[in-house]
């Protein structure tokens, strides 16, 4: 460990020395803001509701008036919170390395309201709405109890991937293609349990990359990658950017 610095130095060294850096967070990272992941139970009204149940493209066609209220209630819930040091130190690496990529499963736009860009948002954002027919982004009416598309008259829905439903192409292709670039993957706040976005680490590291994991409790994965460090985002990473300038 270098002098003030508790992290790996070889860590150090190898962002130091990094072309290319790939970032994947997960809801470890939202949840230190204060967002609820979304399999914990829900407060109130929805407490009744499985949330897996009210994330398909079939709940939305029987009812889509009820999954606009939660979802109308998941975008409050989510407007009230803060971008934490961890999103903010991930806005300020992109700044200190020749190249980053940051791929989110969070539809919170806590990533962006932190500063960072470009981010690749691997289940979509949450505060978007796409019509229901042919996916495009459409501005809907937020006092409408379903707002509708006005190009087809098709209902508008949030702009989230719903369970059964694909990851956008062009979220799959631009993450994979860093994940095979970089020279080095950090894995934050995320379980690693949720494929596809668990195999791009692997996929970094298979390609040469340095994988370190960031998380408060070791995942599966742990022993597969160069580094596993215990800690919550919002303490590990500005600790990792510090070191970076010292």
Not at 10 to 34: F, K, M, N, P
Not at 72 to 92: D, F, L, M, Q, Y
Not at 139 to 164: K, Y
Not at 214 to 243: K, M, Q, R, W, Y
Request: proline fraction near 6%; glycine fraction near 8%.
């Amino acid at each position: 460990m270098t002098e003030n610095c508790d992290l790996p130095d070889a860590l150090i060294a190898a962002l130091r020395d990094a072309r290319h850096v790939c970032i994947l967070t997960g809801a470890g990272v939202s949840a230190e803001s204060g967002v609820p992941t979304f399999r914990e139970a829900q407060d109130g009204l929805w407490a009744e509701y499985n949330p897996q149940d009210l994330a398909t493209p079939e709940a939305f066609v029987a009812d889509p008036a009820l999954i606009w209220r939660w979802y109308r209630w998941r975008r409050e819930t989510v407007a009230s919170v803060k971008p934490n040091p961890g999103h903010v130190a991930i806005a300020t690496l992109a700044e200190r390395v020749p190249q980053l990529t940051l791929i989110t499963q969070n539809v919170d736009n806590l990533h962006q309201r932190a500063g960072s860009r470009d981010v690749i948002e691997y289940h979509g954002n949450i505060f978007e709405d796409r019509c229901f027919a042919d996916g495009s982004l459409r501005a809907g009416d937020e006092q409408a109890a379903v707002p509708i598309c006005t190009d087809c008259g098709s209902n508008l829905r949030p702009g989230v991937v719903w369970f059964g439903e694909a990851i956008p192409e062009h979220a799959m292709n631009q993450s994979g293609s860093a994940a095979v670039d970089c020279d080095v993957f950090l894995s934050i706040g995320t379980s690693s349990l949720v494929y596809p976005a668990a195999g791009l680490a692997n996929l970094a590291n298979q390609n040469g990359a340095i994988v370190a994991e960031i998380n408060p409790n070791p995942t599966t994965h742990a022993a597969n990658f160069d580094f596993a460090i215990a800690g919550n985002s919002g303490l590990v990473l500005p600790e990792l950017v510090d070191c970076l300038a010292h």
